[in-house]
């Protein structure tokens, strides 16, 4: 394949291509994806044409990349890439009662793939803690260590997916539950902020030219995302036809702000965490405008999200 460039570069690169992808391409890929509104089975062939295997991502000839770089910068990648190694286990550990309550055939086919992506994306991430940041590969002992470093945003947050999911694995058959599920797990986790921070870690990484290896593992899991997502967004478009308009605001009423406000530490908001809520307030409104929810109700969700925030259990900042 050339490196020249073309719109279909993205969906059929291979791990040795991908880091070639142009980053306007990487920046636009999924929400050209969104906009086709595919369903469970198209998005099944899509997976089929784009495998990659985790173990085969060159990482270890990053690891001098990654020592060169400026101290803080070093840090923000760290910690990024702490809340993915947490944020890909528990996505593989919470998928499995969503596709047990799933509502249809091709849904559980589908699903099927996604379980199998997020498998892969666990071992990835394992990879990068290893080669990467140096850490212990025995995941049982990392995940507590950086669940303890993570926001308080980000810890409520994960605490009341896995309460949806618990509620779902308590009644699968109950349809309800599993459109709260599956708004916070595909809409907010992944629609919102897992697109969102892996389009920053590649622009970032791709700005500096520094650590390939890095890039085509994430633009791997960003192209996977944008098939996560559609099928999130088919769902819950399905969802809201059927009439469960009011279990998809109550998820949002209550996930939004901390999902706008997730880089925020204390009652003090940083400039960084302040950009950081700028964008995904729009990532958010992006995909309540892609359900088509009724613009009162879109007004509602970003009125609340946008109030003054203070994470629960907070200490304050300053004291
Ligand atoms: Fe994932
Ligand atoms: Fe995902």
Not at 141 to 151: F, H, R
Not at 162 to 186: C, M, N, Q
Not at 250 to 255: A, K
Request: one cysteine or more; glycine letters at 6%.
């Amino acid at each position: 394949m050339s490196s020249r460039w073309s719109t279909l570069l993205m969906d059929s690169a291979d791990l040795t291509h991908l880091p070639q992808v142009p980053i306007g391409q990487v920046s636009t890929h999924a929400e050209s994806i969104f906009g086709q509104r595919l369903g469970p089975m198209a998005l099944y062939r899509r997976w089929e044409t784009q495998q990659w295997e985790a173990e085969a991502v060159p990482l270890a000839p990053d690891r001098e990349d990654f020592d060169a770089l400026p101290p803080l910068i070093r840090t923000k990648i760290r910690e990024l890439l702490n809340t993915f190694v947490v944020g890909e286990y528990t996505g593989l550990d919470l998928l499995g009662p969503i596709l047990g309550g799933c509502p249809d055939e091709q849904s559980l086919i589908y699903l099927g793939t996604q379980v199998a992506d997020e498998s892969r994306h666990t071992v990835l991430l394992a990879k990068i803690a290893v080669d990467l940041l140096g850490m212990d590969g025995d995941l049982r002992s990392m995940l507590p260590l950086i669940w303890a470093e993570m926001t308080e945003a980000h810890r409520e947050l994960s605490v009341v997916e896995a309460d949806l999911v618990r509620d779902l694995a308590e009644k699968p058959s109950d349809y309800g539950r599993w459109i709260r599920a599956v708004t916070h797990f595909h809409l907010i986790t992944e629609g919102v902020l897992a697109l969102n921070a892996q389009r920053n870690l590649i622009k970032g990484l791709r700005h500096r030219q520094v650590l390939p290896g890095l890039q085509a593992g994430f633009i791997a899991m960003a192209r996977d995302e944008s098939r996560h997502v559609s099928y999130g967004m088919h769902a819950l478009r399905q969802g809201l036809h059927e009439g469960h308009h009011d279990a998809v605001m109550d998820v949002l009423e209550h996930c939004a702000p901390l999902a706008v406000h997730i880089e925020q530490r204390g009652t003090k908001e940083t400039a960084h965490a302040r950009r950081t809520a700028r964008e995904l307030t729009k990532e958010l409104e992006r995909r309540m405008v892609q359900l088509d929810l009724p613009r009162t109700s879109i007004d509602h969700i970003l009125t609340v999200a946008a109030r003054p925030f203070t994470p629960p259990g907070a200490e304050p900042a300053d004291a």
